[in-house]
């Protein structure tokens, strides 16, 4: 019910543009989005790297419904990789291939992902590959690997709600590409996804202890204290060292959790999106999960 009030929100130009104007809801969306433009997102990623914090640019944008729109986002990103170097930002790039046409053709996705890491190659980038929807994870996963033995630069994600996790996190650590650890966002059925959420968080402790001991320079992806807890107790048993691997969390969440990461020496990466379409961004994701509303008032009130 909450989520389908939420999605027909994000449909609404008269709230859009309430939201897009009003000072209330820009201290809401500053909170979780940098801002509109590039310059705004090196801004934040310069400051989070004062603070020691690493950063991956995210560009926002809506599922490309042509080659043409499916070109541009890419042209966002290879400038993104451009600014990062000559700002000498420590931030990677994270791309969702929905945004590269992968909706759209495999092949024209991919011919857009390698010029996107030609120009990782010519300014020393790092490109991460979100992992969408399960109808995607095949597909993508072909892709990142692909991009992986021509170009390295890769981290692949893998969603620990989904029960084919384990193998593909095998397959990724024996071709050593790095892996980004998440629970999953989206709405899955059961027919592939744990539908409980304690299952899920089994899986991510078992998924996270095989990528602490196998993985190359794998991403723990969480805000939840437990999963940080079962991370941390496992690298302070076996390893391994702090500089080898990361926790990666979303800009604005569980500030003192980021806090109290970096205060013990741990490695953080955050995720920051900018660009135009955070207005959807931010609805959809309060909508995947009605839930993340209490987690806004908690969090705002925790700051
Ligand atoms: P969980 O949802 O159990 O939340 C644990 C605690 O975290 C909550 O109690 C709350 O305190 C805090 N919290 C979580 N979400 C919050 C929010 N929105 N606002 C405020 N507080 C919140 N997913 C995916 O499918 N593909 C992907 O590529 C990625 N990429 C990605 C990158 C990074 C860096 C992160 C951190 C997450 C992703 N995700 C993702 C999203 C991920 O799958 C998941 O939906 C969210 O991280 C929430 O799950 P948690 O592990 O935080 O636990």
């Known amino acids: 019910m909450l989520r389908r009030l939420l999605l027909f929100l994000s449909e609404r130009r008269a709230l859009r543009r309430w939201m897009e104007t009003s000072p209330a809801a820009a201290v809401l969306t500053r ?18 790297n004062a603070e020691g914090i690493l950063a991956s640019l995210d560009h926002l944008g809506e599922n490309v419904t042509s080659a043409e729109e499916a070109r541009t986002s890419r042209d966002f990103y290879v400038e993104a990789l451009r600014r990062i170097a000559q700002e000498k930002l420590q931030a990677s790039v994270s791309i969702k291939l929905t945004q590269f046409g992968l909706n ?20 020393d980038g790092f490109v991460e590959f979100d992992m969408e929807s399960h109808p995607y994870v095949d597909r993508t996963l072909r892709i990142v690997t692909g991009m992986h033995a021509r170009f390295g630069r890769v981290r692949a994600v893998v969603q620990a709600y989904l029960y084919r996790s384990a193998e593909d996190i095998d397959a990724l650590c024996r071709d050593r590409i790095p892996v980004r650890l998440c629970k999953g966002a989206y709405r899955e ?77 741990y490695r953080l990466r955050l995720y920051v999106p900018y660009g135009d379409a955070w207005y959807p961004y931010l609805m959809r994701r309060l909508a995947e999960r009605p839930a993340n509303l209490l987690f806004l008032a908690r969090n705002l009130i925790r700051k």
């Open 31 to 48: 909170r979780f989005v940098a801002g509109q433009t590039l310059d705004r997102e090196v801004e934040v990623c310069r400051r989070l």
């Open 189 to 265: 059925p059961p027919s592939v996804a744990f539908p409980k959420k304690s299952r899920v968080d089994a899986n991510y402790m078992r998924l996270a202890a095989t990528l602490l001991e196998r993985g190359v320079n794998p991403g723990i992806a969480t805000h939840d204290p437990n999963m940080i807890r079962h991370a941390l107790d496992h690298v302070q048993r076996h390893g391994p060292a702090k500089d080898a691997f990361e926790f990666q969390m979303l800009y604005g969440i569980r500030r003192d959790l980021q806090r109290s990461l970096t205060g013990a020496g």
């Open 104 to 123: 759209l053709s495999e092949d024209l996705c991919r011919e857009n992902v390698a010029s996107l890491m030609e120009a990782a190659v010519a300014h």
